[in-house]
């Protein structure tokens, strides 16, 4: 961090007329160009042609690290706060100037590379003595440009009872297509009657009973032919402590519900909901239309709102990742490592949550040995097709 600001502010013999060469380095390659888009920003910029030196007044550096179980670090939070003033040839004449910045560093081939930032800097334009607020973002891509599919699995555990040896309360395959920047989520109801790998045709949601995340993600996969990548699992207090830790999450109630089952009490509109009132929408199926199909929309809804909110909070203030990180590590299960998982909410902000399509698989009700079972046919085997073929599903 010392020699990022030591090349945009600092040492004359570095500014290279403007350029910063030496600045891109200190970048991941992956968020090299958005660098040069926001060079003006990040440094003095075209100031620099105009200059002889800069005295610096103030400078202060914080570093947060994310540790992982083993005590290594995975990433790194600085927030660096600097002032000083902008000198020219010209006797006399100065101006002040300062710059905030918020960065995430990850470690990349053995090296500390900044990946994502946040700055708000009070610049001297080129021509004026005036100080101008300039401001820029960035956050960085997914590591790779393949398609990604990650399958969030809600249990139904109660308190005290293992996530894993309950039944699946909502399934959900969200997929990524990194190179359009488009997500997808679709659920898949709870009573869907499929065959389950070594336990014979059941409600997909006793997968979870007989073989925990990892027979039910097989059991998904055997259904759609989609090959998941990764899974998340939590439950009831799980997704409730998820959801107060980064600080609730704003949504829109699509109707009225007045649901004594789930405690679900909320008019139309928008609203922030904690934990216990976003499990309590996430639960009511009896006012949702279709039952549990309208209920797995609302809680696809949940999740769309919740990439919406970590979006704005990484392009608010990137140290916000931090919050979520733990959050994730500390109530959900997942085959994710803590790196995997870093990389991922980071890259959220290149998915626009604008276009993110939420829907459910359809199917027929019936009953089957004195159960409700949701029967899959032709419409759900081909909306498994379309987002296998590229992550996006069409209307």
């Known amino acids: 961090m010392t020699r990022l600001y030591s090349i945009g502010f600092v040492d004359p013999d570095r500014w290279d007329e403007g350029r910063f060469s030496a600045l891109y380095r200190l970048f991941a390659?992956?968020?090299?160009?958005?660098?040069?888009?926001?060079?003006?920003?990040?440094?003095?910029?075209?100031?620099?042609?105009?200059?002889?030196?800069v005295r610096p007044r103030r400078a202060r550096l914080g570093v947060r690290f994310l540790l992982d179980r083993g005590g290594h670090p995975v990433t790194a939070v600085a927030k660096m706060t600097f002032a000083g003033v902008a000198l020219t040839d010209a006797e006399?004449?100065?101006?002040?100037?300062?710059?905030?910045?918020?960065?995430?560093?990850?470690?990349?081939?053995?090296?500390?590379?900044?990946?994502?930032?946040?700055?708000?800097?009070?610049?001297?334009?080129?021509?004026?003595?005036?100080?101008?607020?300039?401001?820029?973002?960035?956050?960085?891509?997914?590591?790779?440009?393949?398609?990604?599919?990650?399958?969030?699995?809600?249990?139904?555990?109660?308190p005290g009872r293992s996530v894993g040896a309950a039944r699946a309360d909502s399934l959900h395959?969200?997929?990524?297509?990194?190179?359009?920047?488009?997500?997808?989520?679709l659920g898949i109801p709870r009573d869907s009657y499929v065959q389950i790998p070594?336990?014979?045709?059941?409600?997909?949601?006793?997968?979870?009973?007989?073989?925990?995340?990892?027979?039910t993600v097989r059991t998904v996969?055997?259904?759609?032919?989609?090959?998941?990548?990764?899974?998340?699992?939590?439950?009831?207090?799980?997704?409730?402590?998820?959801?107060?830790?980064i600080g609730g999450i704003r949504t829109t109630i699509p109707y009225?519900?007045?649901?004594?089952?789930s405690h679900a009490y909320f008019q139309r509109g928008p609203k922030r909901l904690n934990g216990r009132n976003a499990l309590a929408f996430a639960r009511d199926r009896h006012d949702a239309p279709g039952g549990d199909v309208g209920r797995s929309w609302n809680q696809?809804?949940?999740?769309?709102?919740a990439m919406r909110g970590l979006r704005a909070d990484l392009q608010r203030d990137p140290a916000t990742l931090l919050r979520w990180v733990v959050a994730g590590a500390r109530y959900l299960r997942t085959n994710l490592s803590l790196a995997q998982m870093t990389e991922l909410l980071l890259a959220v902000p290149s998915i626009d949550a604008a276009h993110v399509r939420n829907d459910v698989v359809p199917g027929s009700g019936g009953m089957i040995g004195g159960q409700s079972v949701i029967?899959?046919?032709?419409?759900?085997?081909?909306?498994?097709?379309?987002?296998?073929?590229?992550?996006?599903?069409?209307?």
């Open 256 to 261: 009225p519900m007045s649901d004594p089952a």
């Open 29 to 53: 390659r992956d968020v090299r160009e958005g660098v040069r888009r926001d060079l003006q920003e990040l440094t003095l910029g075209k100031l620099a042609t105009r200059l002889s030196a």
């Open 198 to 215: 070594g336990a014979g045709t059941q409600k997909i949601n006793s997968a979870l009973v007989y073989g925990g995340p990892e027979l």
């Open 173 to 185: 395959i969200v997929g990524v297509n990194p190179r359009k920047g488009i997500a997808s989520i």
């Open 92 to 158: 006399g004449v100065r101006a002040e100037l300062s710059q905030d910045g918020d960065y995430v560093l990850r470690r990349i081939a053995g090296r500390w590379r900044i990946v994502s930032f946040h700055v708000r800097s009070r610049m001297p334009s080129v021509g004026e003595i005036e100080r101008k607020v300039r401001r820029a973002s960035l956050s960085p891509p997914l590591p790779s440009n393949d398609l990604l599919f990650v399958l969030v699995i809600g249990s139904d555990a109660r």
């Open 375 to 395: 029967k899959l046919g032709a419409a759900a085997r081909s909306m498994f097709r379309d987002l296998q073929q590229d992550a996006v599903l069409r209307g």
């Open 221 to 245: 996969e055997q259904l759609t032919g989609i090959g998941i990548d990764a899974y998340v699992l939590t439950g009831f207090d799980g997704f409730s402590s998820i959801v107060n830790a």
């Open 300 to 305: 696809g809804h949940l999740i769309v709102s």
